[in-house]
């Protein structure tokens, strides 16, 4: 099914979003969907089809605004692979602070999604399988001796620090991740 982007699918989209991340998937129905986004739930599944698809449509978009956000923080930064590791960290700490309270969308939506044959379930590890990929260019061209465990590394950093400051259980989490991982490289 081809979603045909109208403004209510995305005022559906929108409503879903902050829905989804402010009280989780499995607690929201369509219904509260369709009255916060004007709708009528007919409207929704018109465009949807599904609140499974719905889920897709929110996480998938959630994570390309992040990438998006990354690529924007990974410009500023140099050639130097310290200081592009040390930036992911500074970027994920400015979406923590702007879009992120509440942790990670793909780690709390994976605390309700643990099927892999649930369809959002790609989305949930193409994400942070993509976030990793980022992390092995960055060890690789660090030319650490073995950039894979490396990534996996500061990869574990980044995520503790991500589910640290969501739950802000510590103080500059993302600055000691960063030291820590900057350190990996060498």
Request: aromatic residues 8%; negative net charge; proline residues 4%.
């Amino acid at each position: 099914m081809t979603i045909d982007w109208t403004p209510k699918a995305h005022a559906v989209l929108a409503a879903a979003s902050e829905l989804f991340y402010e009280r989780g998937i499995h607690a929201v129905g369509v219904d509260v969907i369709a009255a916060r986004a004007g709708v009528t739930k007919k409207t929704l599944y018109d465009r949807f089809g599904s609140k499974d698809r719905l889920v897709v449509e929110y996480l998938s978009a959630r994570d390309a605004r992040w990438r998006e956000f990354l690529d924007g923080w990974m410009e500023k930064a140099g050639p130097d692979p310290g200081d592009r590791v040390a930036q992911v960290f500074a970027a994920s700490e400015a979406w923590a602070k702007k879009y992120g309270g509440k942790g990670c969308s793909m780690i709390n939506a994976h605390a309700e999604i643990s099927d892999p044959a649930h369809p959002a379930y790609a989305v949930l590890t193409e994400s942070k399988r993509w976030m990793l990929g980022v992390f092995v260019e960055l060890a690789e061209s660090a030319g650490v001796p073995d950039p894979a465990k490396t990534a996996e590394q500061i990869m574990l950093l980044h995520e503790g620090a991500v589910v640290m400051a969501g739950m802000r259980v510590a103080e500059n989490v993302f600055e000691r991740a960063a030291e820590t991982a900057v350190g990996l490289l060498g």
